[in-house]
């Protein structure tokens, strides 16, 4: 089945720094990616919308400064938390949709996220 | 608009014992409904999924939902519950409709499994 890759699965940095996470689509090409944020005990928040080759897509309330999305090619999709802070800490997930059909989204294992 | 309202964000059952998670939707278009399944620090997997046809259906590890039109509502099911069954569980609906629109998500249900 399809499977998506998501690096790093745990980091733990300081207060003011960037933070880059992949995700990679390893058996399918994937123009839409999604990445999510999810509190504890709660849904999943989503934050943007990617897509190859073109600038993501932001929901509303999602600082795109601070959350630097490229979709750089088919298969990857990479989301920076910029100038980290405590409250950026969270589990973020990303999805990749695969056009052959089958299901919506394939979701990574997720990042968690842990600024000091 | 699509919204998915999960009735009882913990549910708690003896193994063994019925499953039974609850998901109500609104959707202005015919809705693609899903199930995932979350481990602790993990992604999300599909359990099963209604496009269109059978209203009864089967997933992995035993659960089946149905849909039901008339009740606006998809809820999960599993005859008998396992230690392992202990996860989240999210109940979603295609934003656009069809099978590749994005996901709206209910706010999920725990459910633990006692021994």
């Known amino acids: 089945g399809a499977v998506v890759s998501q690096h790093p699965s745990w980091v733990i940095c300081k207060s003011g720094t960037s933070v880059k996470i992949e995700c990679r689509s390893l058996d399918f090409q994937a123009t839409t990616m999604f990445w999510y944020r999810q509190f504890p005990k709660q849904s999943l928040m989503l934050m943007a919308t990617s897509n190859e080759g073109s600038k993501a897509t932001y929901e509303q309330g999602v600082e795109k400064d601070k959350f630097l999305i490229n979709h750089a090619s088919l298969t990857l999709s990479t989301l920076t938390v910029t100038s980290a802070h405590p409250e950026d800490s969270s589990f973020y997930i990303c999805s990749a949709r695969d056009l052959r059909g089958g299901q919506p989204q394939h979701f990574g294992d997720g990042t968690r996220l842990s600024i000091l | 608009a699509q919204s998915v309202t999960q009735l009882g964000s913990h549910v708690s059952v003896s193994e063994g014992a019925l499953v039974l998670l609850r998901c109500n939707y609104s959707?202005?278009?015919?809705?693609?409904l899903f199930w995932y399944v979350q481990y602790p620090n993990q992604g999300l997997q599909l359990l099963l999924k209604y496009t269109t046809g059978a209203t009864l259906v089967k997933g992995i590890n035993g659960f089946e939902a149905e849909f039901k039109k008339s009740e606006t509502s998809f809820h999960l099911t599993k005859p008998s519950a396992h230690m392992s069954d202990a996860a989240e569980y999210f109940c979603?609906?295609?934003?656009?409709?069809?099978?590749?629109?994005?996901?709206?998500f209910g706010k999920g249900t725990k459910l633990s499994v006692k021994p």
């Open positions: 979603a609906v295609s934003l656009y409709g069809g099978s590749q629109g994005n996901l709206i």
């Open positions: 959707s202005s278009v015919p809705p693609y």
